[in-house]
């Protein structure tokens, strides 16, 4: 059996119910996700009653293959690691209350661990040696922010989005243009076949360029109005050209604040996370523009990038060695922020 410190991780906030295995924070022993995207899919979005029901239904199948994928017992375990917000409350309710059962009958320490520093985490267990501190782009379904991360779970947010969060963006106009649910990763795909220089999308304007907030809710109704329009002049609407130009706003607005950030922090890396960052264009766009300003790009792989357990068990180990264990009164908070515990 390996040496350090093993924590069961569960995460449950939105629609995949996730446990993991790992190991100090960087060894993942084990990370089953039993997706629900296929049930979600018919509503065009995610039911929230319907995923707490789910993932009532899997956990317990979930944790039991985490634990034999890990070759591990539930009595070998140190820790359990859970999210506990942001999210769904009813989603989050259940892995949080099955964390609790496990951590009550095994006597072990029980640690919540926020989603979005899961995301960030989730370099951790890619990059080995990477410590902080460094800029982390964090673009999900619900949260679009540049943070600095200065130590272990300490950050400072130097933008973040004002209205709608990069995932979301990518999903709404994803249905705009009928490609369904999630729309990230179809609009990825279409995107490589349109031309993104045809139709110029405005990037929203602050009269401010030391920020580094972002905005999406005007670039997806500028995509709303141009369908509009082609629709009501009866013209033929070409999805991937229109996929290829949001995407290209989309994606420059993030690297330019990107790099801003690092050049304010005087900073030379910067990690990306959370689902968006599974996007082959910001992947491409980063990585070049960084190197182009000799800045280290960093990026998990794809399934360390989107709703997964094993990111959790890497957050909740480095509050685990600081000893920020958590009551076994703690309940779920669906807006928890970012560095709040
Ligand atoms: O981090 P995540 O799995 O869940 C949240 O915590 O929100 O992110 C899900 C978001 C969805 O909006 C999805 O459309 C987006 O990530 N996403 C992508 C890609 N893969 C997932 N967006 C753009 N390109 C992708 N390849
Ligand atoms: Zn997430």
Known sequence: MDKGI????IESSCDETSAAVVIDGRQVLSNIISSQINIHKKFGGVVPEVASRKHIEVISIVVKQALEEAKIELKDIDAVGVTYGPGLVGALLVGLQYAKGLAYALHRPMIGVNHIEGHISANFIQYKDLEPPFVCLVVSGGHTYLVYMKDYGKFEVLGQTRDDAAGEAYDKVARAIGLGYPGGPKIDRLAREGNPEIIKFPRANFHDDSSLDFSFSGLKSS?????????????????????????????????????????LKHVDRI???????ANTCLRETLIKRGNDNNIRVMFPDFVLCTDNAAMIGSAAYFEYIKGNTSPLSLNAVPNLKLGER
């Not at 093993?6 to 991780?9: D, R, S, V």
């Not at 002049?233 to 420059?252: L, M, P, T, W």
Request: some cysteine; hydrophobic content about 55%; charged content about 25%.
């Open 223 to 263: 995509v709303l109005n141009y369908l509009n329009r082609k629709e009501m002049k009866k013209e033929i609407i070409n999805r991937a050209d229109v996929a290829a130009s949001f995407q290209k706003a989309v994606v420059s607005f993030l690297v330019d604040n990107a790099l801003k950030a690092c050049s």
């Open 6 to 9: 093993k924590i069961l991780a």
């Open 271 to 277: 990690a990306v996370a959370g689902g968006v960052a």
